[in-house]
């Protein structure tokens, strides 16, 4: 996919769920990309198109830090859009960090077809989000958040069957 290609896969989406920046319960949109790479380009991109604070987050930056609680509540509190690799929220949901249902109204799967077997991808929806209760309009918080997949790529390995299970 070109980059012009790259670029609207990545913006439409918030311009399509941009109420979640100006509504009064303060969540995160979390977009995942596969490598960091892909974060930086979409973040770049995010930074440039959105009116709201967005942040990196990959183990090549400060890998150690991580491993702090009060530095995942200095992100949460200074990002709206956070763009991460899947191991490094993967690892914060593990250890309590992060909380799903209250702290993310939003997650973007980018290249989401690698959501199979033991991907990061399908360990946090498994592990974390189908734990939590469906969304319903009379519920505000502790529920699962609004997911989106992005992908060029829906019948990935060219099983047709499997694409659907």
């Not at 077997?117 to 505000?140: K, V, W």
Request: aromatic share 12%.
């Amino acid at each position: 996919m070109s980059w012009r290609g790259n670029r609207a896969k990545c913006v439409v989406p918030f311009y399509s769920f941009s109420f979640q920046f100006s509504e009064g319960v303060r969540q995160v949109v979390w977009f995942f990309a596969p490598t960091v790479a892909l974060c930086e380009q979409q973040r770049d991109v995010l930074q440039t198109y959105l009116p709201v604070s967005v942040g990196l987050i990959s183990g090549s930056n400060e890998p150690i830090e991580w491993r702090k609680r009060d530095l995942w509540k200095v992100v949460l509190a200074k990002h709206r859009v956070i763009v991460s690799t899947p191991q490094v929220i993967l690892d914060a949901l593990r250890h309590g960090y992060i909380k799903m249902g209250e702290e993310i109204a939003l997650i973007i799967f980018d290249e989401a077809h690698h959501a199979v077997g033991d991907h990061p991808y399908n360990c946090i929806m498994r592990e974390f989000y189908m734990m939590l209760p469906p969304r319903r309009s009379d519920i505000i918080g502790g529920v699962r958040p609004m997911i989106l997949g992005l992908t060029a790529s829906p019948i990935y390995g060219g099983d047709v069957a499997k694409a659907f299970q």
